[in-house]
């Protein structure tokens, strides 16, 4: 199975700041990438698909990068509605799908 | 819209059977499989299984083989898992998700919105 691994597993930042959170597999996965968000007693919501194509009704202070092994998901500007985890997903090699451990973002 | 609707939170004991639904509407059915996956409390997200609507198919992740069926009735747009022999590391929310398998990105573009299963004795 491909393995993901996202760094940080937490981060804190200010309203406005740029984040970034990483993920890498094990293995290459082309762009089968994926980005969910979730918030707290929700189910997650597919952000982006493809490592960078940006969901219909996402804002676009979001935004994903690379290819292979080595991906991104930035947020350009903070808002406090984007607290919440954040999970990266191959889709590669397939079944089964594996989701990276998640990052925490928080709110300063 | 796309909608998929599951079943209410279970209470279960260990070395029991859990079945949960999940209810599509919005789209065509057949069209889609239906992924399960799922997230125990504080914890990251695991798939488990999934059915494919169209062909009638089923793959489970190996650790879950022989523990887990999935199971569709098409007359009433509804998927169900059924777990069997639940042990207390089994309590978790469980989600169904649509997804494809045969082509595109092979995300999961629409969740339900859980179901919480607790193993307790």
């Known amino acids: 199975d491909i393995q993901m691994t996202q760094s940080p597993s937490s981060l804190s930042a200010s309203v406005g700041d740029r984040v970034t959170i990483t993920c890498r597999a094990s293995?290459?996965?082309?762009?089968?990438l994926h980005w969910y968000q979730q918030k707290p007693g929700e189910a997650p919501k597919v952000l982006i698909c493809?490592?960078?194509i940006l969901q219909s009704g996402v804002p676009s202070r979001f935004s994903g990068g690379g290819s292979g092994t080595d991906f991104t998901l930035t947020i350009s500007s903070l808002q406090p509605e984007d607290s919440a985890t954040y999970f990266c997903?191959?889709?590669?090699?397939?079944?089964?799908?594996?989701f990276g451990q998640g990052t925490k973002v928080e709110i300063k | 819209q796309v909608q998929l609707v599951q079943s209410g939170a279970e209470v279960t004991k260990p070395g029991a059977s859990v079945k949960v639904s999940c209810k599509a509407s919005?789209?065509?059915?057949?069209?889609?499989?239906i992924h399960w996956v799922r997230q125990a409390p504080g914890q990251g997200l695991e798939w488990v299984g999934l059915?494919?609507?169209?062909?009638?198919?089923?793959s489970y992740a190996e650790r879950f083989q022989g523990r887990v069926t999935m199971t569709a009735d098409t007359s009433t747009r509804t998927v169900y898992m059924e777990m069997t022999n639940q042990r207390s590391d089994d309590t978790a929310t469980y989600y169904c998700?649509?997804?494809?398998?045969?082509?595109?990105?092979?995300?999961?573009?629409?969740w339900g919105q859980g179901t919480l299963v607790r193993v307790s004795s």
């Open positions: 998700a649509r997804g494809i398998v045969n082509r595109g990105w092979r995300h999961f573009d629409y």
């Open positions: 919005g789209y065509l059915f057949s069209d889609y499989c």
């Open positions: 059915i494919n609507l169209s062909l009638g198919s089923t």
């Open positions: 293995q290459p996965i082309s762009n089968y």
């Open positions: 493809g490592a960078s």
């Open positions: 997903q191959q889709a590669y090699r397939t079944p089964p799908w594996t």
